[in-house]
């Protein structure tokens, strides 16, 4: 196994492990290369996947990585082994390497080699300096050993520390540099905050700053615009993709944004999956939202396999070019409708010509003002539907897209106050969903709970994703099975909406027509 070497940016990151980064981002990246990183485990709550941290173990590495549950960003890098790895300070090693290497301008070979962690002296006197006094965890249970939490801004060591030794009136700086039997540091964090004790309260639910900004990255020649951090729903067609550290917004308009303004406000896709006119016919034949027909299942076809997990986030997943997604042969061929696989923003776009979109809910007003000017012609490729990818840890699909948050603007109205959106249980988002399309759905069916649809990625014959289940199924009353298995998945439609779900009550993907 190659060692993992790192340098320490307190406050910005470890290495590449760069606070604010996505699960998937770093998923992706230790997955690239299994000699450093030979073992993985993922460890997340079954029953609140979303709103509960999330935890990638690297038992081989000695280092835990806690990202939050709603944006999946990673908010704390632990090293719980120095030993199993090379972490460095301003060219300067935190633990001389077993192998005797070390880092120019290191400390006096043999000072800190052969120890279990760096030492208090080494830390306090030598590495970063004098701080605040520190905070003392008592221990739990029967316990002799609390911990003696040094913190600078950014970065914490836990040393262990009998009950017995600490007093709030005693030198614990001079105790712990004399002590040979508890200077060593078990454990060091790397969070955002001035220290380890005002960071905890907020430590999965504050903003942090952009990846982009911080000097711990390297600089490449590959220039991104801002991620989207929320995608608003309005109902008829229209969204509003929200960009993360700005007050800017992209407007899509299901029917009428092209690819080539996709490509402008997005940049080009991470992949292109095209499909042919056979196993597309499902999209063509969606029916208007207040019509019960369905395709016939010897319609669907079987479509070819997405590209899986982590390779389908290069560029390399597609043999088109830049140039040939915004080409304007390909944009008004028919035959090329295809997806934009936008795997680092967490959706995917159908490209295919025009149809019109679902309507509007019952008594609601048109969000912003009608585009009276359609200049491209009929038969040109342009946005029709979107799949928003809620990267679940435990789905059949989790890793293949980052997360995309969502929420439904024609449902801020409730009595609770409460927003439907991406972290919202879907027993409340059918429930809000009913009574706001009750006037639109058929007498007996508004209030009546719907039988969902399922899905089971697994099986050989089913359709490699929920984007296959568009129009004309959102109020059929497709025959419920019982079938096991992670992989097996409900889709439950609504007009314009069509909703994934787990087992745990959480909606893995939104397709939106």
Excluded at 388 to 406: A, D, K, M, T, V
Aim: hydrophobic share 30%.
């Amino acid at each position: 196994m190659t060692l993992f070497t790192a340098q320490l940016h307190p406050g910005r990151g470890l290495g590449f492990l760069i606070l604010g980064a996505s699960l998937h981002d770093v998923l992706t990246r230790l997955k690239a290369e299994p000699q450093r990183f030979p073992k993985l485990e993922v460890l997340y709550s079954p029953d609140r996947p979303v709103t509960e941290p999330v935890c990638i173990n690297l038992p081989q590495n000695g280092i835990r990585l806690r990202f939050d549950g709603p944006e999946q960003r990673l908010r704390l890098v632990e090293v719980l082994d120095f030993t199993k790895n090379h972490v460095t300070f301003k060219d300067r090693d935190l633990l001389k390497p077993a192998n005797g290497t070390s880092a120019p301008g290191s400390p006096v070979p043999g000072e800190t080699s052969g120890a279990a962690g760096p030492t208090f002296r080494h830390i306090y006197h030598r590495l970063l300096g004098p701080t605040y006094a520190g905070e003392f965890i008592p221990p739990a249970g029967a316990q002799e050993d609390g911990i003696y939490v040094l913190s600078y801004p950014g970065v914490a060591f836990n040393f262990p520390m009998p009950k017995a030794s600490y007093s709030p009136n005693k030198d614990v700086v001079s105790l712990l540099s004399a002590a040979s039997s508890s200077q060593v540091a078990t454990s060091m964090a790397v969070f955002s905050g001035d220290s380890w004790a005002e960071a905890r309260p907020t430590l999965f639910t504050e903003v942090l700053p952009s990846i982009k900004s911080t000097s711990a990255l390297q600089r490449g020649k590959d220039v991104y615009p801002d991620e989207v951090s929320l995608v608003r729903l309005y109902g008829g067609g229209r969204i509003d993709l929200f960009r993360k550290w700005t007050s800017s917004a992209f407007r899509i308009q299901l029917g009428e944004t092209t690819p080539q303004q996709l490509v402008m406000e997005l940049g080009p896709p991470n992949a292109i999956y095209r499909k042919n006119d056979q196993n597309m016919v499902i999209h063509k034949m969606r029916t208007a939202s207040n019509t019960r027909s369905r395709p016939s299942a010897t319609d669907l076809g079987r479509p070819d396999d997405l590209t899986d997990t982590d390779q389908s986030s290069m560029n390399t997943g597609s043999d088109d070019s830049d140039e040939e997604a915004i080409d304007d042969q390909a944009a008004n061929n028919p035959s090329g409708t295809c997806f934009y696989n936008y795997f680092y923003l967490g959706f995917d776009v159908l490209l295919s010509t025009s149809t019109p979109p679902s309507g509007l809910p019952p008594g609601t007003e048109p969000a912003g003002p009608e585009n009276p000017i359609k200049s491209h012609h009929p038969d040109r490729l342009v946005v029709t539907k979107l799949v928003l990818h809620g990267n679940i840890p435990g789905s059949y699909e989790f890793n293949r897209h980052r997360r995309c948050r969502w929420e439904i603007a024609y449902l801020d109205d409730g009595e609770d106050g409460q927003p439907i959106n991406s972290e919202t249980e879907f027993r409340h988002v059918e429930e809000r969903m009913s009574d706001r399309w009750q006037e639109a759905l058929p007498a007996g069916k508004g209030s009546a709970r719907q039988r969902g649809m399922v899905l089971n990625r697994g099986w050989g014959d089913s359709p490699g994703s929920s984007c296959e289940f568009l129009g004309g199924w959102e109020e059929s009353g497709a025959r419920r099975a019982d079938a096991g298995g992670e992989s097996t998945t409900t889709l439950y439609g609504f007009p314009g909406l069509v909703f994934e779900v787990l087992k745990n009550d959480y909606v893995n993907t939104v397709t939106v027509f």
